[in-house]
Structure formats: structure tokens, C-alpha cells
């Protein structure tokens, strides 16, 4: 290694320090939650998004649209479609939000969007951030709530997952030191962690639920997730009616599967990569990831989204049409409750429970075997009246 090649690292690494730092200084400056409550009008972006996104984001917005009807009527919601947050267009601007797309989501209360294909790296095409991570930092979407739930097994649990920091803060700025040594890096804030941890505890304690397990790896990442993990201790105190239980993720993700154990487990608070990884695995269990919804909750914004890919093979192979919107839509249950329309979340939730777990009349397969995303979605609405 040349001390060029160090030098030059060190100053990728300097850029990348004082980047973190300001973002440190404007969480601190940042104001408190949205009150739905008081707003006269909220408006909704939607975004379709890339592969099967555009085909099952259409159909969850018809069914929120039609949720959300007559608040539409008098003027007290109101839709706004976004286009232009496509890979064609991202690799246009060379920017994983191009500047208008990331000016009409500002112009909105929160966001419903369908999945985006992230290029990888390796794969040829220029190294864009991924629009999602890219949307997570600029809304400063800062909690990743995924629900998942198996009534039959007792298996009820909310992950809390970090959603803009750990490996994600600079995941797409790693250093190449030379043509050997690659190092990329992880970062945990004081801020960062204790609005997660704080979110999650609140959770539980709003919504009766009596265990917060904390994840991490903090006997071998030990400076950031030994962060994370102290803090979220330290946040727990305040919560003395509510247990909470420590897990390294790799056991976590044992016990999970463990029928003797899993139902134990309620609120999880987790690190932004292990949360990416055991949020799919829970998914899968539930039904498969086209089953889970994810809510992105910040201070000022909030989208909701599947927790899956945008799966361009079913575009390719022509069964786009097919493909399962049981995720966008259970993001729509979390979007109508945070903008505090809960009864009609929990009417949109038992709709979507009878047709997905009890009565089945229409199955999705993402073959032709199966239902259509219209046909499931017009299902949906007939259990909604
Ligand atoms: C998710 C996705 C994203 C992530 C990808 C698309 C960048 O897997 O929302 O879980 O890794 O966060
Ligand atoms: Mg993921």
C-alpha cells in the first residue's frame, strides 16, 4: 500500500465524517412528529416504482382511494400521482431520487411506494444508491416498522429496524484503498439510536405489548453495536413494566424458527442491516415476503412500502399481473394508522385477514393459476363494506 493510497482514503474517510456529522446536528435541530390531527388536509404521494411495482402500487392506491372516499369528497385528503422514480429515470439524472421527484415528495404528508430495483454493484450499471435507502436519508425515515403475524401460532411481532444508520449511513461510499483492500463502514449515532429505541418502547407500551428483545452483535462489532445496544438499555429503564431481553442477532435468528420459543417474542429493536435480513426471514414465515408491510416513520414524513423487491422476472416472463399486492396493501393498513384514520386501518387489516388467512375464495400464486392483482384487489373491497 502506497501512502497515497492512504492518503486518499483518509480523506474519503474525513468527507465522510463531517457528512455524519452535520446529519448528527440536524437530527438535533429536527421538530417533533406530525399531529394528523390537527391538519386540515393530508396528501398522499404515490410512487410506483420499477418491475411489478407500478402494477401493485396501482391497486393498493385504488383501495386506499376507495378507504379514504369520502374524506376525498370533502376535500380532507388527496392524492398525488409521482412519476418519474424509475431506473430509467434515476440512471438519466444519475441520482437515486432525481431533484423534481424528491420536490413533489417534500410537497406530501406521506408516501405510498411501490419496490425500486437497486443496481448492484458488480453488475455493470453506474453505482446509484438505492432509491429506497435514498428516500429513507432525505425524508430522514428513521424507523423501519415491520409487522409480522401468524394468528394460528400465536406469532405476533413488530420489528423496530434503525433505517439510516449501521451499514446502510454509507453503504454506497466504502473505500477501495487499492486494488486489494476494500473497507466500508458502520455508524451508530447517541440521536440515531435512542429515537428507534424510544419508538419501539412507546409501541409497546401503547399497545399493551410486555417484551422488547434487543438485537445486535455487539460481542464482535463491539464499538457501534456495543453503542446501540447500551443505549437502547439505557432507554428501557424508562419502561419498567415492559421486560426486556438481549439477542445476538445469529441466535435471534435460530429462535425465531424455534416453535418452542417464538411466540415469546413481541417488539424487536434492531440495527438497520439485521433488521433488512431477519424482517425477510419473518416475512417468509408469515406467508412469504409479498405478505409484509413496511412503514418508514419519520418526524416529518412517513412512507410505506412492501418489504420485497420489485421482481422484474415476472415482468420479463409476462406475469407482472399476477404478482401478490398483499404487501403494499398491508403497508396501506400502516399508512391509514398513522395518519390516525385507525378505524378504518383496522377495517382495511380484517378485510385483508379474511381474504388472505380465513376465507381464501381468491388466491394469488403469481402464476395464471391464480388471481390477477385486480381480481385480489376487488376481493379486498367486497369484505370492506
Ligand atoms: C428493504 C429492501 C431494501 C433494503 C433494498 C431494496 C435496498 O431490501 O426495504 O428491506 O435493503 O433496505
Ligand atoms: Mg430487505
Same mark, same amino acid.
Given at each position: ?14 468527507? =465522510? +465524517?463531517?457528512?455524519?456529522? *452535520?446529519? $448528527?446536528?440536524?437530527?438535533? !435541530? ?6 394528523? !390531527? ?7 404521494? $404515490? ?15 385504488? /383501495? ?5 372516499? *369520502? ?8 392524492? #398525488? ?9 434515476? +440512471?438519466?439524472?444519475?441520482? @437515486?431520487?432525481?431533484?423534481?421527484? =424528491?420536490?413533489?415528495?417534500? %410537497? ?10 437497486? @443496481? ?12 429506497? /435507502? ?17 394468528? *394460528? ?21 466504502? /473505500?477501495?484503498? &487499492?486494488?486489494? +483492500? ?6 451508530? %449515532? ?66 425465531? =424458527? ?11 429493536? #434492531? @440495527? &438497520? +442491516?439485521?433488521?433488512?435480513?431477519? %424482517? ?15 412503514? &418508514? ?17 415476472? $415482468? ?10 398483499? !404487501?403494499?396493501?398491508?403497508?396501506? /393498513? ?7 384514520? &385507525? ?24 402464476? @395464471?393459476?391464480?388471481? %390477477?392483482? *385486480? ?6 373491497? !367486497?369484505? #370492506?363494506?
Amino acid at each position: 500500500m502506497t501512502d497515497l493510497d492512504i492518503k486518499n482514503a483518509v480523506e474519503a474517510f474525513e468527507k =465522510l +465524517l463531517r457528512e455524519q456529522g *452535520d446529519r $448528527v446536528d440536524f437530527i438535533k !435541530s429536527e421538530g417533533g412528529f406530525t399531529d394528523f !390531527s390537527i391538519k386540515e388536509k393530508i396528501r398522499i404521494g $404515490v410512487c410506483g416504482g420499477d418491475g411489478i411495482g407500478p402494477f401493485i402500487t396501482k391497486a393498493s392506491a385504488d /383501495v386506499l382511494k376507495y378507504v379514504l372516499r *369520502d374524506e376525498v369528497a370533502a376535500g380532507k385528503v388527496e392524492f #398525488l400521482d409521482i412519476q418519474g422514480l424509475t431506473l430509467e429515470n434515476r +440512471l438519466k439524472h444519475m441520482k @437515486p431520487i432525481p431533484d423534481d421527484v =424528491l420536490e413533489q415528495l417534500k %410537497t406530501c404528508d406521506v408516501i405510498l411506494k411501490g419496490p425500486t430495483t437497486t @443496481p448492484q454493484a458488480g453488475s455493470g450499471m453506474p453505482n446509484i444508491e438505492s432509491a429506497n /435507502v435514498a428516500m429513507r436519508k432525505a425524508l430522514d425515515l428513521f424507523a423501519n416498522v415491520r409487522p409480522v403475524r401468524i394468528p *394460528d401460532e400465536g406469532i405476533d411481532w413488530t420489528f423496530f429496524r434503525e433505517n439510516t444508520e449501521g451499514a446502510y449511513a454509507v453503504g454506497s461510499k466504502g /473505500v477501495n484503498v &487499492n486494488d486489494d +483492500l476494500a473497507v466500508d463502514f458502520v455508524v451508530t %449515532t447517541t440521536e440515531g439510536t435512542e429515537r428507534i429505541a424510544r419508538l419501539a418502547y412507546e409501541y409497546a407500551r401503547n399497545n399493551h405489548k410486555d417484551r422488547v428483545s434487543i438485537i445486535s452483535k455487539a460481542n464482535v462489532i463491539k464499538t457501534t453495536d456495543g453503542k446501540f445496544l447500551n443505549l437502547c438499555r439505557k432507554v428501557s429503564e424508562d419502561y419498567p413494566e415492559i421486560t426486556t431481553d438481549e439477542w445476538y442477532i445469529d441466535i435471534l435468528t435460530a429462535k425465531l =424458527l424455534d416453535p418452542a420459543r417464538r411466540r415469546d417474542f413481541k417488539v424487536l429493536v #434492531l @440495527p &438497520n +442491516l439485521y433488521g433488512d435480513i431477519i %424482517t425477510d426471514e419473518a416475512a417468509q414465515m408469515q406467508g412469504g415476503v409479498g405478505t409484509a408491510g413496511s412503514a &418508514n416513520i419519520g418526524r416529518k414524513y412517513a412512507m410505506f412500502e412492501a418489504i420485497h423487491g420489485s421482481a422484474p422476472r415476472m $415482468v420479463e416472463e409476462g406475469r407482472a399481473k399476477y404478482a401478490d399486492p398483499c !404487501s403494499m396493501l398491508r403497508a396501506c /393498513v400502516m399508512l391509514l394508522n398513522h395518519i390516525g384514520r &385507525n378505524d378504518k386501518g383496522a377495517a382495511l387489516e380484517r378485510a385483508l385477514d379474511i381474504c388472505m388467512f380465513e376465507e381464501k375464495k381468491c388466491v394469488i400464486t403469481g402464476r @395464471p393459476d391464480g388471481a %390477477t392483482i *385486480d381480481e385480489f384487489a376487488a376481493y379486498v373491497m !367486497s369484505k #370492506l363494506d
